[in-house]
């Protein structure tokens, strides 16, 4: 079955600090990932995909994630976060399933940015 | 254009009661999806509607479980009785037939408490 596995359930960093929130999934033949986010009382919010093309995906808030086939790897990472980036962040997999996709996600990693 | 809602936002319930939640897909889109949360753990897919046909409900945890789409628009997913174990947030997801795999669309959540 497929999985995605979020290796810190939470991560505890200082502002302006750089982060990374990692993420790897089980191998497919078609790959397409996610990072969404939830920021507190709030529901969830694409942050940014990777569906083809160039391994390196950027969101507009100063996130990006590295696509890395062989190390099943998908990676989050920010240079110098802020503390309205503290949130819950979850690493999904869409599979195609019946004319739509269905999502795995992963367990999530509640990031706290700390002044 | 209103995107996908959910109802109750909240729900506090006895073990043993009965607790019915709603969710409006964004108009026209023939997908729907639940996914649960329970504390802790990942988000986990429960079932898939294409307009008013279960597509796959691989993911629904038991018979205690009911999930409907009368008509092809809102759904409901209906817990009766309620356990303890059915606590968390309930999603719902919603996309166009034969759209791509980041085109999935979701709610709020339903926080679900069984007391």
């Known amino acids: 079955a497929q999985s995605v596995t979020q290796l810190d359930s939470q991560v505890p960093v200082f502002e302006e600090a750089p982060v990374e929130l990692r993420c790897n999934y089980s191998s497919s033949v078609s790959v397409y990932l996610f990072w969404y986010v939830q920021y507190p009382n709030q529901g969830l919010q694409l942050l940014l995909k990777?569906?083809?093309?160039?391994?390196l995906v950027e969101s507009i808030n100063g996130f990006e994630a590295e696509f890395n086939k062989s190390q099943t790897s998908f990676h989050l990472r920010k240079p110098s976060v802020h503390i309205s980036d503290t949130a819950e962040y979850f690493c999904?997999?869409?599979?195609?399933?019946?004319?739509?996709?269905?999502?795995?996600f992963g367990a999530g990693t509640r990031l706290f940015v700390k002044a | 254009e209103a995107g996908v809602t959910q109802f109750p936002s909240h729900s506090v319930i006895e073990k043993g009661q009965t607790v019915t939640l709603r969710c409006d897909p964004i108009?026209?889109?023939?997908?729907l999806y639940w996914y649960r949360r329970v504390m802790g753990k990942e988000i986990k897919f429960l079932l898939h509607f294409v307009k008013e046909s279960k597509q796959d409900e691989s993911g629904m945890p038991n018979n205690r479980f009911l999930a409907e789409r009368t008509g092809g628009t809102y759904s409901t997913l209906k817990v009766q009785p309620a356990e303890l174990e059915d606590s968390g947030v309930y999603f719902c997801?919603?996309?166009?037939w034969g759209s791509g795999p980041s085109e999935q669309y979701f709610g709020p959540g339903t926080r679900l408490t069984v007391t």
């Open positions: 990777y569906l083809s093309g160039s391994t």
């Open positions: 108009s026209g889109h023939d997908n």
């Open positions: 997801a919603s996309s166009q």
């Open positions: 999904a997999e869409s599979l195609p399933v019946g004319g739509g996709f269905k999502t795995i």
